[in-house]
């Protein structure tokens, strides 16, 4: 199974256990071919490589957030997802890179299994 069926089973799977959470668990849809113009019109937008390809912008344990880094069961990070990753977790985002669908939904399970961080109240945002 390819990056992309793993990721959308663990929206899917997400989507139906934490319904209530919807809105704040996205993918950023950093990789994919594009066409040189529209690779252009994306860099200058702010496409990084490496960005991990899940976030799950929940507080919890101490964390800012969960990263996700889609990988197959054999794949690996490249230089520029592990930078990336070294630098969100420098600034106290959990960051995973997942090798499967279980390797993403035991990521996430055990991150919401934390003890809740407090929260920024919304009328400060």
């Known amino acids: ?54 976030l799950l912008a929940i507080p919890s344990g101490g964390y800012s957030g969960l990263f996700i880094e889609a990988k197959t069961r054999t794949g690996s990070a490249s230089k520029a997802q592990k930078e990336v990753c070294a630098a969100l977790a420098g600034q106290g985002y959990s960051v995973v890179v997942a090798k499967g669908y279980e390797s993403m939904k035991a990521a996430i399970t055990e991150y919401l299994d934390r003890p809740a961080t407090t929260k920024i109240p919304k009328e400060s945002i």
């Open 1 to 54: 199974m390819d990056e992309h069926n793993h990721q959308r089973l663990i929206v899917a799977w997400f989507r139906s256990r934490y319904p209530d959470l919807d809105l704040l668990f996205f993918a950023i849809p950093n990789g994919g071919k594009r066409d040189p113009a529209t690779a252009r019109r994306l860099k200058d937008e702010g496409v990084l490589p490496g960005v991990p390809d899940l």
